[in-house]
């Protein structure tokens, strides 16, 4: 598989400006990945009752719901992981089928998983090209299948670098690194291979609150590298610093798409809880 | 992480040493060494080229299963049928050569088919019926051993072709009279080590011991190559069965008791970790002459067989122990 950095396709923010004058929402910016009436049903439980989607080009938009919300299984039929029994996936304005996570990584979307899906004992290089190693040239070493060490060392340095990780070392193992630097492994195999698509679950819940930042910060370089991230988080906090948009699933089904610089974390979580139905919000708090 | 360094800088210490072999690489050097010297010192016999070549050969069938064994431990599992598989190898391969009159070569070809296919079985029940491997080699080792002696009616198989013998064939170096059988061992270690740190299939290998959830999801086919290393490391129990003949000059349906308690220590003391993706194959040889010195030495001092057993019994704890908690550390 050839390995290349994505190109820009959005321009970085204004970094004179505060970040989220910087960044306006984008509101006429393309969509890159929906899903109409999803519905997935368990035995009598129904987890996805028609759930719509919308992600736009160089946005990171969260998605938030109680749990049962159908947050996870929404991921999921996105990510490859299920297959939807109803409703329709379109990747770039075409309809797509995903049998399997591998799959959705043929059409460029990279998950990153919330337990950390990294090799421990391997390398930082080994893990960021696991599963797809670079191979040495010729007609012998593609049959034997020899991977192209050095090139990976090198390619692995330069992405970590593009992400800004300051990792001294690409030959070092992934155990020897602090649970953010490994998240920043993971992040930065997905940004390094995603073409469309980059999803992260909880990718803080297991860290503390400065490597949490450390990682927020290393998703917004993702976005303000071209590539559209979908994160799923239940820290408000979080959400609200990053999201450009928030996506609040309710009982199966999208509730609403709320302005994160609009709308007070309240109304966000009563919407998300039930508490509030999305007609009470003002127009302004809903995202367009 | 909040510093940013450009690669290719000039080491520091601190980056030299990351460089050195970490415990469970040297730890395997430092006690052949010590075993070395003590045993040197010990008798004036031990330390000469033909004893090595001596040494050497009397690990070659333990060295080859191991490379078996190896294989299976750091995909995390173990194999227990390694003796007896081995065993009912070599009864096709000389019954096929004597009593049925096939070729030699394609008689050893039918001994390698089989204990293949006992690995590829292996590989099947682990991987598709789920069964813990512990339980399925202890299966397929109790139904490789009756398969042997019925077979073969507990009779040795006797008179063999010389093709049968190859291994044993000698040659010299300087002084010392080497066979074939030890440069084949040598040789499977080296090609065992490209393949599993220069290739994709071995690097994959080692995810999977490692994590076999981030590997799946990865993409890595876990579970095809899971049935790879149980069908490869019956391949070598072929071969090792193929190295027994050649050095014993019989069929023997006695053989392969003791070959998998020995394999596992063999392993162990090399330095690979049990529960799976980490170690290394060359480690398993070091481990292997490692026993074969112990042996050897003590033999050469005049020590009895049992304090053999007890000491290859403590140094297989010595270095679980160490195995176990270094994992615990990290």
Redesign the interface.
């Known amino acids: 598989m050839e390995f290349r950095p994505n190109p820009q396709r959005t321009p970085p923010p204004n970094p004179d400006l505060p970040l989220d004058q910087a960044r306006q929402p984008v509101t006429q910016a393309k969509v890159v990945l929906e899903a109409r009436g999803l519905v997935k049903r368990y035995g009598h439980v129904t987890a996805l009752d028609g759930a719509d989607f919308e992600l736009r080009e160089g946005e990171i938009l969260a998605v938030i719901g109680d749990n049962g919300a159908g947050k996870s299984t929404l991921i999921k039929a996105l990510s490859g992981a299920i297959i939807p029994d109803e409703g329709q996936i379109i990747l770039d304005g075409k309809p797509v089928h995903f049998r399997s996570?591998?799959d959705a990584?043929r059409y460029g979307i990279e998950?990153v998983?919330q337990?950390l899906?990294?090799?421990?004992?391997?390398t930082i290089a080994?893990n960021l090209f696991?599963?797809?190693?670079i191979?040495k040239p010729g007609l012998l070493a593609r049959l034997?299948?020899?991977?192209d060490?050095k090139r990976m060392l090198e390619e692995a340095?330069n992405s970590m670098?593009d992400l800004?990780?300051?990792?001294?070392?690409?030959s070092?193992a992934v155990?020897t690194l602090?649970g953010?630097?490994r998240q920043?492994v993971a992040v930065a195999r997905s940004a390094a291979f995603a073409r469309h698509v980059v999803i992260m679950d909880e990718p803080t819940a297991a860290l503390g609150v400065k490597e949490g930042n450390?990682v927020l910060e290393l998703i917004r370089r993702v976005r303000d590298r071209g590539l559209p991230v979908i994160i799923i988080s239940h820290n408000m906090p979080h959400v609200f610093e990053i999201a450009d948009r928030i996506h609040i699933q309710r009982l199966g089904r999208r509730a609403a798409v709320v302005n994160p610089r609009r709308i007070s974390m309240a109304h966000t979580v009563a919407v998300m809880t039930g508490a509030m139905s999305p007609e009470e919000l003002s127009p302004d708090e809903l995202a367009h | 992480?909040?510093?940013?360094?450009?690669?290719g800088t000039v080491p520091t210490p601190r980056?030299l040493l990351?460089r050195l072999p970490s415990i469970t690489v040297l730890g395997p050097f430092v006690a052949l060494l010590l075993a070395v010297l003590f045993f040197s010192a010990q008798s004036d016999r031990f330390l000469s080229g033909q004893n090595f070549s001596l040494i050497l050969q009397q690990v070659l069938v333990v060295g080859v299963l191991a490379i078996g064994q190896t294989l299976v431990i750091l995909t995390g599992g173990i194999d227990l049928s390694v003796g007896f598989v081995m065993a009912l190898g070599t009864m096709v391969m000389t019954k096929f050569a004597v009593e049925l009159g096939l070729p030699p070569l394609l008689s050893v070809l039918c001994g390698v088919a089989v204990t293949t296919g006992f690995g590829f079985l292996n590989g099947l029940l682990i991987t598709r019926v789920k069964l813990p491997p512990f339980i399925v080699t202890l299966g397929t080792m109790n139904i490789a051993f009756a398969l042997t002696q019925i077979y073969s009616k507990a009779q040795t198989v006797t008179g063999l072709p010389d093709a049968l013998l190859f291994w044993g064939n000698t040659f010299r170096l300087g002084e010392t009279v080497i066979t074939y059988g030890v440069v084949l061992m040598i040789a499977l270690y080296l090609l065992v080590w490209f393949?599993l740190s220069?290739?994709?299939?071995g690097?994959?290998l080692?995810?999977v011991g490692?994590?076999p959830?981030?590997?799946r999801?990865?993409?890595?086919p876990t579970q095809r190559v899971l049935l790879l290393t149980y069908t490869v490391a019956g391949l070598f129990y072929g071969i090792a069965g193929w190295l027994l003949v050649s050095r014993t000059s019989v069929g023997d349906p006695n053989a392969g008791q003791t070959e998998n308690l020995e394999t596992i220590t063999a392993v162990v003391l090399g330095g690979t970790s049990l529960f799976g993706?980490?170690g290394m194959i060359l480690g398993t040889l070091l481990g292997a002459i490692i026993v074969g010195v112990f042996r050897n030495g003590l033999t050469l001092t005049g020590v009895s067989s049992v304090y053999q057993v007890l000491i290859t019994g403590v140094l297989v704890i010595l270095a679980v122990t160490a195995d176990q908690l270094s994992k615990r550390r990290?």
């Open positions: 996570p591998l990584r998950t998983y337990d899906a990294v090799a421990p004992a391997m080994e696991l599963g797809r190693e191979l034997l299948r020899v991977i060490k340095t670098k800004k990780i300051g990792i001294r070392s690409m070092q155990e602090s953010g630097q920043g450390m | 992480m909040a510093e940013q360094r450009s690669p980056r990351e393949l220069e290739t994709a299939p690097r994959h080692y995810a490692n994590n959830e981030a590997a999801l990865m993409g890595i993706g980490r990290g």
